[in-house]
C-alpha cells in the first residue's frame, strides 16, 4: 500500500514539472510503459498470497487509471499554453515615440520660399553648380576686369569651368531653352572662397528669381518682393529699395528688412533685367522686358529663426537640427 502511495506522490511531482512533449512521452514509459513502474507491480501479483492478490490488484489498477487521468490533464495544458509567449507585453506603458527624422531648416526655408513663388505661378528649376565663366558672367554683363572674377572671388575648376559664385547663372540657362513669358525661381548652392566665420561660409544658398514678359515693370518686381517677404516675416514687415548696381540689372536695388527699432539688413538683390543680358541669350531687348532678383537663403533663416552663427546649418549637429 505504501509502495502504491509513493509512486503516486513521486508521479503527480514529477508530472508537475513537466513542460514539453518529450517530457510528457519519457514519463507515459517510466510509469505507464510495458516495463514501467506500473508494469513492475502487476508482475508481483503471482507472488503475493491469494488473500492479498484482489486487494493489490484493485489498487494498483487505480493507480494506473489515477495516472492516465493525470497524465491526460497535463498533455492538455501544455498543447494549450501559448507556444513562446515572448516578453510580456504591457500595452499601458506609455509609447516610445519614433525618431522621426526632419528636414534641415535651409531645406524648409527653401521650400517655403519655393510656395509662395508657387502661388505667384514661378516655377521652380535648377541648373549645375559646374559652370562655365559664360553663364557665371560673360552673359551677365560682367566684364572680363571685374573684380568677382578674380581667383581670390571665385574657385576655378579645369577647363574654363568654375563653381557658380551665384545662381544667376541659371537665369542664362532656362533664357537660352525657353522663349518668354517666363516665371521661374532657381534655388541652390553657390561657392565662394570666402574665410569662415559666424556670416560667412564657402558655399552657401541663393535663391534665384526671373520674370520675363512683353511687359514686366520696377512696380511687379516691388509689389512680389514685398508680398514674399510679408509672407516669410508677417504682413507688417519694413522693406526698403536701395538703389544698388549689379552689372546684369538697369536699374537695380538692394532690399533691406527693418530688424528691432534702427537696424536695417540687406537680404536681396534685384533689378530689371539689363539689355546686354537679353541680348546675350537672343532675347530682342526692344521686344522684352524682366526683372531679377537673387537671395540669400542662409540670411533669410538666420533671421527668420534668431541663429547667430552660420556655421551651425553645417555642423550636422542634432541638438541643433532637432530645433526646427
Ligand atoms: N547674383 C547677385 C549676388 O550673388 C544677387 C542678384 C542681384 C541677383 C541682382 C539678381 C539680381 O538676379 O537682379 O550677389
Known sequence: MSTIQQILDEASKELSGLTNAEGIEAFRIRFLGKKGKIGELMARIPSLAPAERRQFGADVNKLKSELEIQLAEKKLAISEAPRNPGPVLDMTLPAIAPHAGRL????????????????????????????TEFHNFTALNIPLQHASRDAFDTFYTTQGRLLRSQTST??????????PPLRMIAPGRVYRPDTVDASH???????????????????????????????????????????????????SVEVDLLWGKNRWLEIL??????????????????????FAFGMGVERLAMLRYGIPDIRYFYENDRRFLRQF
Not at 104 to 126: C, K, N, W, Y
Not at 216 to 242: A, C, P, Y
Not at 269 to 290: L, N, R, S, T
Open 269 to 290: 538683390g534685384a533689378g530689371m533685367v539689363h539689355p546686354k543680358v537679353f541680348e546675350a541669350v537672343g532675347y530682342d531687348p526692344a521686344e522684352v522686358q524682366g
Open 170 to 179: 541659371v537665369q542664362i540657362r532656362i533664357m537660352q531653352k525657353r522663349k
Open 104 to 131: 534641415h531648416p535651409l531645406r524648409q526655408t527653401i521650400d517655403e520660399i519655393m510656395a509662395i513663388f508657387s502661388r505667384m505661378g514661378f516655377e521652380s528649376v535648377e541648373g549645375p553648380e559646374i559652370e
Open 201 to 251: 561660409s564657402f558655399m552657401f544658398h541663393q535663391i534665384e528669381g526671373l520674370m520675363v514678359d512683353d511687359k514686366v515693370s520696377f512696380s511687379d518686381l516691388k509689389g512680389i518682393l514685398h508680398h514674399t517677404l510679408r509672407e516669410l516675416f508677417g504682413k507688417d514687415v519694413k522693406v526698403r529699395f536701395r538703389p544698388h548696381f549689379f552689372p546684369f540689372t538697369e536699374p
